[in-house]
């Protein structure tokens, strides 16, 4: 290369020098002729004739060689062009032709210059076919493509900007082939525009993956909004949860259930925030369950109301590989549920006890009947034999029987008559509850009644029992009540329980029992009779069960433990409720609520 240039800047300078000489010469020529004679020739003269012609044909050689020699010099850099040329068009073309995708240029006429080989690897038709038919391009192209295509190529001559264009080709085998399309205008060094270079690839692999995973994602949108659909389909709540413990999805009910205002507001939260859990660990059996894959169901407190009971199944959602990824929570209010379950099964009990307590009655009932009516028959006997009895025991002062004096024998023996008679009023009054306890709810109808008049005739009863239990016995029912729809007797009933169970209840010298009646602020608390004592009370597991049938605090010989079990049972046919407030030591408060629901409406009293 350097010797290249040094030759290069050698032969330059020899024509300079050339042209420098042969000037001067001109210009030294001239001078001579213009100021001396038109036949005066300095240098002839100065070197005679024939040194002058050998000087002139030096100088004309001297330039022949140079002239020659620059004439060579320039063939040979022209040659030399022609061979980069040409080194650089086969260069071009072997990176054109050996390109993998279809390239062309169209020159500024619209006419082909070139294309490449590849086009026939794409449309199945061979370069020269392409310069043969201008059209056949549009041609080969899909007919649904083809309005957008041609707008496209009818612009692209003038636009010469850089554009592209995806369409569909049918190959010569009648295959269909994408095509994605590329065109920018080519500008030459001197900034003159030569026409647009093409670029077409071949994505026809790539389309059909693109619509393939279009159509999945497609699908899957479908089976997610199905998936949606069948989750807000379901009245209980249910949560798609990750073992992340991130929401994946949830249902309406769920979103209801939490206060989620809408279900896609809760997707990819942390399933603990989303439904508004304080801290992870309020559900701590939920993570665990989810995280190990485990199939779940436990019963907890109501997330919105405390006294409500739910139930939490945890079912995992496991891939073909068998491995669980995801988990379905569901949540179910089993409060009503687990009620009638109870409600069922305390039916059966009690259905099954009927008949058994039918039996026992019936069988306790038949001897008892011997033994009370023959007690009167045996005391008659007694009576009539004690005259006889008392003469013999005048006549004899140190008559004994049983190891007992006579007046001591005497006693006795009409005291066990009575203790006989009393243990056969106790087997009538057992077996009488016994027979409340399990007959049917056939209850007297409902009829409007005067409550202050209710109550005066439940305390006429119990006033014995109240006299001899506590010190004072308190009664408040406001003037004007107004009367109640309801059944009298089991009203009554009820009242003579609890007031009765006040006074068991008492335990000190100053024991007191108050009975108050007053108006709710609704229907449903429309009649309140409360019966508060201050006598021994009862603690939460005694408050708990007080209600069961059989349960009992007091002596074996007190009480069956089915009083208050009747109450409950009497006052829920009336259509009300019964509430319980006590303390150890303090006493307590039982509350009988009436409801005045079906009636509202009606003429009252």
Partial sequence: MDSSKKFNGLMDSMILAAIGIATSYWILDSILNIFFAERFNFIAQLIGPDLYDIYTRI????LFVIFGSHAQYTINKIRDAREALRQSEERFRTVADFTYHWEYWLGPDGQYIYISPS????SGYHPAEFMRQRDLLRDIIHPDDRRVVFEHMDRELEIRQVHSID???????????????????????????????GSNRDITEIKCETEERRRAEEKLRQNESMLQAVFNGISDPLILVGRDMRARMINRAAAEHYGIPATQDADGSVCYLATGRLSPDDDHEIPAAVSQGRNITFERQGFKDPNRLEQVVIYPVREKSGEAQDAIVRISDIT???LVERQLVHSEKMASLGILVTSIAHEINNPNSFIAFNIPVLRDYVEELMPIVDKHAQEHGDFRLFNMSYPEFRAD????????????????VFVADLQEFSRSNNRNPHKWVDLKSVIEKVVAICRAKLASAVKSFEMDIPEGMPGIYTDPYALEQVLINLLVNAAQAADKEDSWIKLN?????SWRDHTIIAVQDNGSGMDEGTRRHIFDPFFST????????????????????????????????????????????????????
């Fill in 59 to 62: 100088i004309v050689l001297c």
């Fill in 336 to 338: 009503q549920k687990r």
């Fill in 413 to 428: 023996i009409f005291k066990l008559l009575d203790n006989v008679q009393h243990g056969s009023d106790r087997i009538n």
């Fill in 517 to 521: 009646v007053s108006l709710g602020n």
């Fill in 554 to 605: 007091k002596a074996p010989r007190e009480g069956t433990g089915l009083g208050l079990y009747v109450c409950h049972n009497l006052v829920t046919d009336l259509g009300g409720r019964i509430e319980v407030e006590s303390e150890p030591g303090k006493g307590s408060t039982f509350r009988v609520i009436l409801s005045d629901k079906d009636r509202r409406r009606m003429q009252r009293l």
């Fill in 119 to 122: 086009c026939e690897r794409i």
């Fill in 167 to 197: 369409f569909r080709i049918i190959t010569r085998e009648g295959r269909e082939r994408w095509v994605d399309h590329i065109c920018q205008p080519v500008i030459g060094m001197d900034g003159s525009y030569l026409g647009i270079r």
